[in-house]
């Protein structure tokens, strides 16, 4: 399993920790990926999914995943939450006809 968001693509990140005296000492910057259920409101189930906690507090400020995949870029989504997506967006198109 890669350490990466499903839903933003936040991924590990590569850099330097700078001593006082200067030296250089490569390391490795993880992202605070979480295990969460959301309930998605037009599925009316919830998802299993590993997201970071950023993404988390961004889907509650879109107001919710639906919402949230909606809006969201295909290209930074991982394939379970675009198949996701378009599940959502096949049963909102449904209701609306």
């Known amino acids: 399993m890669s350490r990466r968001c499903e839903l933003t693509g936040k991924a590990v990140q590569t850099g330097n920790l700078v001593s006082h005296s200067n030296r250089k000492t490569r390391t490795r910057f993880l992202p605070n990926l979480v295990n969460v259920s959301l309930i998605s409101d037009s599925l009316q189930r919830s998802v299993r999914l590993r997201i970071a906690a950023a993404a988390l507090r961004s889907v509650e400020h879109?107001?919710?995943?639906?919402?949230?995949?909606?809006?969201?870029?295909?290209?930074?989504?991982?394939?379970?939450?675009?198949?996701?997506?378009?599940?959502?967006?096949?049963?909102?198109e449904a209701v609306q006809v």
């Open 62 to 92: 879109r107001g919710g995943l639906d919402a949230f995949l909606l809006k969201a870029h295909d290209a930074e989504l991982s394939m379970n939450a675009l198949k996701l997506k378009r599940e959502i967006a096949k049963k909102l």
